[in-house]
């Protein structure tokens, strides 16, 4: 079955460290590939997606991601974080089905917790 | 631009009753699809409408339901409530599908 895996549950950094959260996916396939993020008490809101072209995306707030096609992975980034960026992270990716079809499938989040 | 609207926001319901919840799209939208979020299983996908019709269904049994009106607003029901039933349930909407989506606030449902 098709899935997507976050490495980690739980992050705690201090401000200024940098950020990797990892993510891969199991699918064969050409996919569709997003990061959303929910801040304590607000949406769900998208972070970043790649679609096609430059493997390298860049997102609001100074994240990016990288696609790996041959890793099966997406993994975030933020050279260095802030206090406001404590959240839960999402990694997402649309599988595709027939026609105009698709399943959106989220990993199980990442808790970042920033230290000021 | 008004948001993605939730209705209600909060409810309790006994083991056995139905639910239905409701979603607004932002205007415009012809997409609604809408997510289960538990701690223990994290964000499912239900299902997704596009133009009233189902476009797309995750793996929930069929007592998960919904349908979509001819204004994109769109209600989810959930018959013979069981205690896992319990959780976040996200309503989101897009202009064509899956690729760009806002959602709401939720639906916080409790299970007795």
């Known amino acids: 079955a098709q899935s997507v895996s976050q490495h980690n549950h739980h992050v705690i950094l201090s401000e200024a460290a940098s950020l990797e959260l990892g993510c891969n996916y199991s699918?064969?396939?050409?996919?569709?590939l997003f990061w959303y993020v929910q801040y304590p008490g607000q949406h769900l809101q998208l972070l970043l997606k790649?679609?096609?072209?430059?493997?390298l995306v860049k997102g609001i707030k100074g994240f990016e991601a990288e696609f790996i096609k041959s890793k099966f992975s997406f993994n975030l980034r933020k050279p260095s974080v802030q206090w406001s960026d404590t959240a839960e992270y999402f990694c997402?990716?649309?599988?595709?089905?027939?026609?105009?079809?698709?399943?959106?499938?989220f990993g199980q989040g990442t808790t970042l917790q920033v230290k000021p | 631009k008004a948001g993605v609207t939730q209705t209600p926001r909060y409810l309790i319901k006994t083991r056995g009753q139905q639910v239905t919840l409701s979603c607004s799209p932002i205007?415009?939208?012809?997409?609604v699809s809408w997510y289960q979020q538990t701690p223990g299983q994290g964000l499912q996908f239900l299902f997704e409408?596009?133009?009233?019709?189902?476009?797309n269904k995750g793996n929930f049994p069929g007592r998960f339901s919904g349908r979509q009106f001819s204004n994109s607003r769109s209600e989810m029901n959930v018959s013979t409530l069981e205690l896992g039933d319990s959780a976040l349930y996200l309503c989101?909407?897009?202009?064509?599908?899956?690729?760009?989506?806002?959602f709401g606030p939720g639906t916080r449902l409790l299970v007795l």
């Open positions: 409408y596009f133009s009233e019709t189902q476009r």
């Open positions: 205007s415009g939208h012809r997409s």
């Open positions: 699918y064969g396939g050409t996919v569709n």
């Open positions: 997402a990716v649309i599988i595709p089905g027939s026609g105009n079809t698709g399943k959106l499938i």
């Open positions: 989101a909407s897009s202009s064509q599908g899956l690729e760009t989506q806002y």
């Open positions: 790649y679609f096609s072209g430059d493997p």
